[in-house]
């Protein structure tokens, strides 16, 4: 499969008053053509930093390094005025706060226009109305017509996410990032964004980066999975092969954890501890102090190679083999 995105060996550090922190370090990953890529994780793991990154959102204190490409054209280092060629019409984001992310003072319809019109300017007014339209009413919302003159305060939590999905396949980007596309919704809500990501992605061919701390939603959108815990990359493969062979500690606490429909337990399985703080991580293996195979001969030297582990499987953990001759 063609890499449509590639990032390699991506650094986020950030500059603040009392030194640099990083919160990306060494993210290497790649996404086909018509693929979702899952990217899981905790809070403060990195996940929207990168996806910031791809997309060059990023604050000025922030300092990129490593390589992003996109249909093989680097990315890092463009002029904001190519990047805005990039952004938006190749490359959208769907923020997860869908109410921060509108404009409060502009009509729903009028932001939707707005967007097609920085990158379209040949199509008329009337042309660019009757197309958000249509994306409304392909997002899900009813009498979308009428809902083009609403502001974003009279639509409900998961009307404005799917206002915010309809405004990232606007321009028919070839990569769509969703960024905790269901946060702070309850479940009815989440599965019918979902569905709504997963019409689109049948209909356009658009690739998607989804980006989420809930395995669930991996499970049932993603081809593929990538773990990231502390900044860094802990485990990457196909989504059958994550969920039913996971090979790292973190990944594997990650699935213990999520409760089970065929099981009666008194208490979930939980993870002891807390991720490091980005300007607290020892070296080698950031998760070594939460985890019950941690030897610090072995898990504190060095970088973190990804060893495979099965076929496009990778690790991060340098035990992952006594590890399984354990379990066995």
Do not use: W
Request: proline share 5%; net charge negative.
């Amino acid at each position: 499969m063609t890499d449509l995105l590639a990032v390699r060996d991506l650094t986020v550090r950030y500059r603040t008053d009392s030194g640099s922190v990083t919160a990306v370090e060494g993210l290497t990953f790649a996404l086909g053509e018509g693929q979702t890529l899952g990217i899981v994780g905790e809070s403060g793991s990195g996940k929207s930093a990168a996806s910031l990154a791809v997309m060059g959102l990023l604050p000025r204190s922030a300092e990129v390094t490593g390589s992003i490409r996109f249909k093989g054209r680097e990315l890092l280092g463009l002029h904001e005025r190519e990047l805005l060629a990039v952004r938006g019409r190749h490359i959208s984001i769907i923020f997860q706060d869908a109410l921060a992310a509108l404009n409060p003072m502009m009509t729903v319809g009028a932001q939707l226009v707005e967007g097609m019109r920085v990158h379209d300017g040949s199509t008329t007014g009337k042309a660019l109305h009757e197309r958000a339209v249509e994306l409304l009413d392909l997002v899900g919302i009813p009498s979308a017509a009428e809902r083009m003159g609403q502001y974003p305060h009279e639509f409900s939590g998961g009307m404005r996410q799917r206002v915010m999905i309809a405004m990232g396949i606007a321009n028919e980007p070839d990569v769509l990032i969703a960024d905790e596309p269901t946060t702070a919704l309850d479940v009815t809500v989440q599965a019918q964004v979902l569905d709504t990501i997963e019409r689109v992605q049948a209909r356009t061919r658009t690739s998607v980066l989804l980006i989420t701390h809930d395995l669930g939603v991996v499970a049932g959108l993603a081809d593929r999975v990538m773990v990231m815990y502390s900044g860094r990359k802990v485990e990457e493969g196909p989504v059958e092969s994550i969920f039913y062979r996971p090979s790292h500690p973190y990944t594997g606490g990650l699935l213990a954890s999520l409760p089970r429909v065929d099981q009666r337990v008194r208490r979930l399985a939980q993870i002891p501890g807390q991720p490091p703080p980005p300007d607290g991580r020892m070296a080698g293996c950031a998760f070594q102090p939460r985890c019950r195979y941690a030897e610090p001969a072995a898990c504190g030297a060095g970088g973190l190679p990804m060893l495979e582990v099965g076929e496009e499987h990778t690790t991060a953990c340098v035990r992952v083999h006594e590890i399984e001759s354990m379990r066995a």
